[in-house]
């Protein structure tokens, strides 16, 4: 339990984190790769070079700041970060690593303003962060070790069948290798894939959500070559029938909750229909009557993945409608009727409203 003391010299700290935060973070990740190379693999290096990282740290430091009087509040987030967590392999044993990195960080950025005693209390704040960070962690590595077709760390799985599902999306049938059941997943969870990162034999995981109802045979990815991923260009260009990857278990709390008597709504955009169609399978499957419309958006019927399995499926279950958003329609979707509105997604929707 953080002291009056500690947690007003933390929340002192706030007016310089929103100005100086990015250049904090930058120090901290460039210190610790320096220092703990090793670790580098657990980071998303396109997210390091544009940016992102450094900038989605700055503003959990500073979140953690404000809130230092409740973290509580803040335990949603918190959930969500421990997931990604759990799915890239974070472990007990890195917190005292990132923690020696910040504190020196906050002592570069502050300058003379970094007192021990300020420092201290920042000690104290960190720990008590990563205390939470690990508790969450160390549960879900449990759940996800000892539920039924579960595992620890990476296994590997090797792709029994490969789709392509448009212009830029090609689905993976990923088949355990040890010919082991998988887990009955969570309709919305994603797994992380470990492959390679560029041409240099560097390995990093990245995050895709399972496309598919769990079945207890395969699990399925819908991946989207996109223009920089390094992991996505891998996948599309190296993964072919027989390829063996590694995979994290199924992590995320971003799933179907609620009364299932309630009809259920599900929006997506682009590659996003992912989880969407993993949650629909398993409606049609497990909640027959259950009345669901499901909405998507796509740039034109090129890169529109799934398309067809989501018609098909409309065909055969009254209870589902489709709507289906282009927002620059080819002559073949228009003479096909592969959508049923002009325009983006939350465009139309917010003229109807």
Do not use: C
Not at 221 to 245: C, F, I, Q, Y
Request: hydrophobic share 40%.
């Amino acid at each position: 339990m953080l002291s009056d003391r500690e947690r007003a010299l933390v929340k002192g700290t706030v007016p310089i984190l929103k100005e100086h935060g990015e250049t904090l973070t930058r120090y901290f990740y460039a210190r610790m790769f320096k220092h703990n190379s090793e670790l580098k693999h657990l980071f998303n290096e396109s997210n390091q070079s544009n940016g992102q990282q450094q900038k989605a740290l700055a503003m959990a430091v500073l979140a953690y700041a404000e809130n230092i009087d409740n973290p509580a509040v803040l335990m949603p987030v918190l959930e969500r970060v421990t997931h990604k967590h759990a799915s890239i392999g974070i472990r007990a044993e890195h917190y005292p690593i990132v923690g020696k990195h910040l504190l020196a960080s906050i002592g570069e950025v502050l300058g003379d303003a970094a007192s021990d005693e300020l420092i201290a209390a920042w000690a104290a704040a960190y720990q008590q962060l990563a205390d939470i960070f690990i508790g969450l962690e160390t549960e879900l590595y449990r759940n996800a070790a000892t539920a039924e077709g579960g595992w620890s760390g990476w296994r590997p799985f090797k792709v029994g069948r490969r789709v392509e599902e448009s212009a830029e999306i090609a689905s993976f049938y990923l088949y355990p290798v040890d010919t082991a059941p998988v887990p009955q997943f969570k309709p919305g969870q994603f797994v992380s894939v470990r492959g390679l990162a560029g041409t240099d034999g560097y390995v990093q995981p990245r995050q895709y959500s399972l496309s598919d109802a769990p079945n207890g045979r395969y699990l399925r990815l819908s991946v989207k070559r996109e223009r920089d991923g390094r992991v996505s260009n891998w996948m599309h260009d190296t993964a072919h029938e027989g390829t063996v990857v590694e995979l994290s278990p199924p992590f995320g709390n971003f799933t179907l909750t609620g009364d299932i008597e309630k009809p259920l709504v599900l929006i997506s955009g682009g590659v996003g229909l992912t989880p969407m169609v993993s949650m629909l399978n398993h409606v049609v499957a497990e909640q027959p009557a259950r009345k669901v419309v499901f909405v998507h958006g796509a740039r034109h019927g090129g890169v529109h993945a799934l398309s067809d399995h989501v018609r098909a499926t409309a065909r055969r279950h009254p209870q589902l409608s489709v709507k289906i958003f282009y927002e620059t329609p080819g002559e073949k979707d228009r003479s096909d009727e592969h959508y049923d509105a002009l325009g983006r997604v939350e465009d139309v929707l917010e003229a109807s409203v």
